[in-house]
DNA sequence: GCCAACGTTGGC
DNA sequence: GCCAACGTTGGC
């Protein structure tokens, strides 16, 4: 039987890179990660086919913008090779790498941004690993039920392909 | 192996 | 711009 297919949540700042970069672009190398805890999870966890949600970070108003959708299978962050890439990681090599990266490619945009501000005062999405106190991990599962709920929440019908 | 200092994230 | 909450680093 297929595995079953996971929810996740990427973090962004939409400065750096946003949701409409990800569109214009097509597809995205999600590099960068340089967090142990996230890296497990792309590197252990995410696999093609899971659905993403895009959110924008360090803004006035940070929310869930949009869905995307693991394109690639994880493979070693070409970044942390690259002497004078601020990604780059002298304690990496090629034959040990430390770091992946997946492809994402975007789904839907959400017609309603779903601020963090209405999801932290949702009962709904107890547990969900953004709006606990102090989360700082850029890379986190999204229960199916907070995956659906998030975009209803947002306008998309969760059952709509 | 402890833990203080330091750096980063990210909401506000 | 502030600062709380973490994660990492390095002296010991």
Redesign the pocket.
Known sequence: MARMSRAWLV?SEPDAYSYDDLERDGRTMWDGVR???ARNFMRDEMRVGDAVLFYH????A?AVVGVARVASEPYPDPTQFEAGDPHFDPKASEDAPRWVVVDLEPMRRLPEPVA??RL?EDPEVEGLALVR??????VMPVSHAHYRHVLRLGGLDPDAP
Not at 57 to 60: C, D, G, P
Not at 133 to 138: D, I, Q, T, V
């Open positions: 973090k967090n142990y805890q970070s360090n803004i006035a940070p963090l501000e932290k106190r102090g989360n700082r991990l850029s």
